[in-house]
């Protein structure tokens, strides 16, 4: 119904996976959940004769944490208190709801997010987590292709 209403009025569409995120699934799972979302989005384009490319395909991710390996940004979840975050999000969902990793499994992760249709990325980060900041900018998304 969501997904009808944005093709109908929207110029935006924000999804992700389901949340909180399964610890169990692939990147090629997580991104094939997105682009069921999208391809539905297209759909309902489609059935309005509504241009698909009139509405941007975003993904939302409610809380990155990166460290430079993945024993590294393992420690950092584990030490990660959630119920101190910024975000009502992160707080509501808990540590299912944080996407972590290196920067390497990151540009992974959001490269199939781009092959399954993401146009553009929301991420929500911890204001004072500069490492995250940092790899994000000079590690993750310059490579994101």
Not at 54 to 69: I, S
Request: glycine fraction near 6%; hydrophobic fraction near 35%.
């Amino acid at each position: 119904m969501t997904l009808r209403q944005v093709a109908e009025h929207g110029d935006a569409c924000n999804v992700n996976e389901e949340m909180p995120y399964d610890a169990g699934a692939t990147v090629s799972e997580r991104a094939a959940v997105v682009k069921r979302k999208y391809d539905a989005l297209r759909q309902h384009c489609a059935n309005l004769g509504r241009p698909e490319d009139e509405v941007m395909r975003t993904h939302f991710t409610v809380n990155l944490q990166l460290a430079p390996t993945e024993a590294a940004a393992s420690k950092k979840i584990d030490a990660y208190e959630t119920s101190k975050s910024t975000s009502p999000g992160t707080r509501r969902v808990g540590k299912p709801g944080v996407l972590w990793g290196s920067p390497e499994q990151m540009v992974e992760y959001y490269g199939a997010m781009v092959d399954a249709g993401t146009q553009y990325f929301v991420v929500q980060l911890e204001g004072s987590d500069l490492e995250t900041i940092e790899l994000l900018a000079t590690e993750v998304m310059p490579n994101v292709k």
